[in-house]
Each structure stands twice: as C-alpha cells, then as structure tokens.
C-alpha cells in the first residue's frame, strides 16, 4: 500500500496545480499498489471541493483511485503527538506519518519536510 498525502490528491484533482503532472504520473506508474489515506488526510482534500460544491465529483476521483480510509486506531492520540514532537511536522502531516506505519506503507508527498522526516523514520518515500 502507499499512503497519499494531501498534496498528492490536491494536486491529481487540480489540473491547475503545479505539481498536477506529476501527481497523476505517480499515480499512474503506482497503479498496481493499492492506495490508502488518513481521515483527516482526506478531509483536508475535501475542503477545496467544498467550498466549490464539487466534494461528490472528488469522493468519485477517490473511488476510481481506490483509495481506501487508514483508520486512526486506538493509539493513534498518542502516537500522533509523539510523531508531531519528535519530528516537530504539523498534525496532519504526522497523521500521514501514522496512516503509513498503521497501514506497513510506503507513502507519496510532494512535502519535503515530510519527506525528509518520513525518509529518516525508514519509510519508503514516492515523490
């Protein structure tokens, strides 16, 4: 499985987005893997959609991606708020962090610093 990141999806949905090519290529040349996402992950994609009214025309793009919801477990409290202190990322991108460990994922971002903490952790990085 790889874990998408918000940058990713935003970028695959918007085809004015400058990294709007090379999310779908990733997307593409990734095809054979399944896909997954953090809840809040994906509501922070949604939130674009929303404000236009298109949130069904992108929940459609997650289907037809297969992207399936990373649940947030149990401990997800606590190891959102160690992953955020020991790396000092923002919150969603420590729930990324969380979905790809939860999920035994690699994970896709165009965020350097997520990268660069995602790399140092030993998770496998498509960007």
């Known amino acids: 499985m790889i874990v998408l990141d918000a940058s990713v999806l935003i970028a695959h949905l918007d085809s004015t987005d400058a990294h709007h090519g090379r999310a779908t290529q990733l997307l593409i040349d990734a095809a054979d ?29 997650f289907r037809h991606l297969d992207v399936v919801t990373v649940p947030l477990v149990d401990t997800a409290p606590v190891r959102l708020a160690t992953m955020r202190a020991n790396t000092g990322l923002r919150l969603p991108d420590c ?33």
């Open 33 to 61: 893997e399944p896909f997954g996402a953090s809840p809040l992950t994906l509501a922070e994609v949604l939130v674009g959609p929303a404000r236009a009214g298109k949130v069904d025309i992108a929940q459609t793009a």
């Open 95 to 127: 729930c990324v962090l969380v979905a790809a460990e939860t999920a035994g994922a690699a994970l896709a971002t165009f965020d350097e610093r997520l990268a660069k903490a995602a790399t140092a952790l030993g998770f496998e990085v498509h960007s």
